[in-house]
């Protein structure tokens, strides 16, 4: 039993920085329906940027995200008002193209400015661990849940307390009515990608301080966010935490039972259940 | 002197892509007045008051709002000039709460800054919507939500209130109760412009009707002078 208590801990601890990681993606896809292909190379872009600063200032990356998720909200605002907003209302593919493109632009930009190296955000906490008995728990893991629960708990509130947030709300809920009632619905929809590129700043610093990351790196957690939201249900704040748990529990469970081999293909085969017997996922609009 | 508009449709043309949906439609209303408009589904009535709202632009002609040309304008910009429609099917925020529809309504920064006055009154006109304020809109019943669509439009403190079919699927008890409301705020000096597929109800309350056919305007006059069989002609093109 006390072997199994492990991967348990572990899997709700990774499950919620792959929550986080899933945030941009679900809140992005649920307010102007755009499956945004650069969500996962928005999240490394953040990694690259603490880099940055903590080369530059001599900073600890965690105090980075004090600095990252700022200039990536602006990112995500102008990549909104530039480029999303010219070609909504003209079908699926035009995003979904427009999507790719920045996620390309985005790779070669990293590669050109970082290389090819591997790079990580180094910092004290990850040699850390608490002993609690025989189950071990990383410092940084843990960090990684109660930062990616105070960013899915903030937005949260940010949706439901606030004007902007009840307009965001409104504008998935209608758009049509939320012109009517004389929202300018292209500022809005500025306003949710910078706040989706804000959340992906805060995920690309717990990644770069948890994992190793290329230039490359972002499509690897695209999917992983992917993961996530199918499970979850798109648009869903709650079922992105929901995903993102049970994701990171069926891989580390996986990987306990059946070797660590396994543990993507559990992660998958968790997914393709979900999707068996609930197409919309768990907290997903039928 | 030149007696004051609210509202002047000139001649507009409004296509759909190739589709042409109104032909040289022209209106006019009074301030203190409520016109309304018949036709049958597909007649171009909705089309015309999207039109005036700024959902569609007009290709050809004007529209002006107490003389000031919006034509060309969107949404956003045609509700701070004083425009509000209750859209076709209602579309409230289903997702939001009443209060949070009704607050939504209030979007501009004019009438954000009055909203708790105007919120008061219109929780005067509907009681029911003060009792029902912390309900998600969508667990409403159709009549329910059809109030919550025109308080959420009153909201933005509107001089012209475009209501498009307000009738539609909803008990006639209900029809009565919402149609005496909509009297009791032109009383308070807002034009109305009504979008109705029942003929009746819509001549009763208004004080000058237009019937439209494929996108024209084919009969207009007063509903005293109109005869029922006048009207019934010109609704169906027989």
Redesign the interface.
């Known amino acids: 039993m006390i072997d199994l208590a492990q991967p348990i801990i572990n899997g709700l601890l990774l499950g919620g920085l792959y929550a986080v990681i899933a945030l941009g993606l679900s809140t992005i896809f649920g307010i102007v329906r755009v499956v945004n292909l650069a969500h996962g190379d928005m999240v490394i872009l953040g990694s690259y940027l603490s880099l940055a600063f903590c080369m530059w200032l001599g900073l600890n990356p965690l105090w980075t995200i004090l600095l990252v998720a700022p200039i990536m909200f602006c990112v995500g605002f102008l990549i909104q008002s530039v480029l999303f907003n010219r070609v909504l209302g003209k079908g699926m593919e035009p995003p979904l193209l427009m999507a790719f493109g920045i996620s390309i632009i985005v790779q070669n930009f990293l590669l050109l400015v970082f290389t090819s190296d591997a790079r990580a955000l180094k910092s004290d906490l990850s040699m850390m661990t608490i002993s609690l008995g025989e189950i071990n728990i990383s410092l940084l893991y843990l960090l990684n849940f109660l930062i990616g629960l105070a960013v899915i708990l903030g937005l949260r509130q940010f949706f439901r307390k606030t004007?902007l947030g009840?307009?965001i709300?409104?504008a998935s809920?209608?758009v049509?009515?939320?012109?009517?009632?004389?929202?300018?619905t292209s500022s809005i929809y500025a306003y949710a990608m910078g706040i989706a590129a804000l959340t992906a700043a805060v995920a690309g610093v717990l990644v770069g301080m948890t994992f190793i990351f290329y230039p490359h790196t972002g499509p690897q957690y695209l999917i992983i966010a992917f993961g996530v939201v199918i499970i979850g249900g798109l648009g869903s704040i709650k079922g992105t935490l929901v995903g993102g748990f049970i994701l990171a529990m069926a891989q580390l469970l996986g990987a306990h039972f059946f070797g660590p081999g396994y543990q993507l293909l559990c992660g998958y085969m968790v997914l393709l259940i979900v999707l068996a017997i609930r197409p919309n996922g768990i907290f997903g609009k039928a | 002197m030149q007696r004051e508009l609210a509202l002047k449709v000139d001649n507009i043309n409004v296509f759909y892509g190739e589709f042409h949906a109104l032909w040289d439609v022209s209106l006019e209303v009074e301030p203190q007045q409520i016109i309304s408009v018949i036709g049958t589904n597909g007649s171009g009535k909705s089309t015309l008051l999207n039109a005036i709202a700024g959902l569609l632009q007009p290709r050809g002609g004007d529209v002006e709002l107490f003389g000031e040309k919006i034509s060309g304008m969107q949404p956003h910009q045609t509700v701070v000039r004083g425009v509000s429609l209750v859209p076709e099917g209602r579309r409230v925020f289903g997702r939001l709460t009443v209060y949070e529809n009704l607050i939504m309504g209030a979007y501009t920064p004019r009438a954000r800054k009055r909203r708790s006055t105007v919120l008061r009154m219109v929780y005067d006109l509907f009681p029911r919507l003060h009792e029902r304020r912390n309900q998600l809109a969508s667990t409403m019943s159709g009549g329910e939500q059809q109030m919550l669509a025109i308080g959420r439009a009153l909201m933005s403190e509107p001089k012209l209130l475009l209501c498009d079919e307000i009738s539609l699927g909803l008990a006639p008890l209900i029809i009565k109760d919402i149609y005496k409301k909509l009297e009791e705020i032109n009383r308070q000096g807002v034009a109305i412009l009504l979008v109705e597929q029942d003929i009746n109800r819509s001549l009763k309350a208004c004080q000058y009707a237009h019937v439209m056919l494929e996108g024209k305007v084919v009969l207009s006059g007063n509903p005293a002078s109109l005869t029922l069989e006048e009207v019934k002609r010109a609704y169906f093109g027989v």
């Open positions: 004007f009840r307009a709300r409104a809920d209608d049509v009515a939320a012109k009517l009632v004389g929202a300018n």
